[in-house]
């Protein structure tokens, strides 16, 4: 089992800036990679970025530029450096833990953009 445990989402601004962390526990070390994903209201969960246990990175072509994902190790941690916000960034925002048989959530944690 692995446990997430996300914080740091919020209200901000139109091209304001968060950062969101997931922590993981439990069995890390079966885990092959590490992401963000985020649902809208009425719409599908989609991939925001992902970082694999070596550390390659791959975007959404919506956040590229404006998103940064990145890990401690040492931490058990994941970030997401989100700038540039718009209202159409507007989701809850789930961590994820793929473990390449097996998939965890967090229990995700709200991004609101507006003014």
């Known amino acids: 089992q692995v446990q997430l445990v996300e914080s740091g989402g919020g209200l901000v601004q139109p091209g304001g800036s968060l950062r969101l962390s997931c922590a993981a526990s439990?069995?890390?070390?079966?885990?092959?990679?590490m992401g963000w994903y985020r649902q809208a209201p009425g719409k599908q969960r989609e991939l925001v970025a992902t970082i694999t246990n070596g550390g390659n990175t791959n975007y959404a072509n919506f956040v590229k530029g404006r998103f940064t994902i990145s890990r401690d190790n040492a931490k058990n941690t994941v970030y997401l450096q989100m700038n540039i916000l718009t209202p159409e960034d507007t989701a809850v925002y789930y961590c994820?833990?793929?473990?390449?048989?097996?998939?965890?959530w967090g229990q995700g944690t709200q991004v609101t953009v507006s003014s």
């Open positions: 439990g069995r890390i070390f079966s885990i092959y990679a």
């Open positions: 994820n833990a793929d473990l390449r048989t097996y998939n965890y």
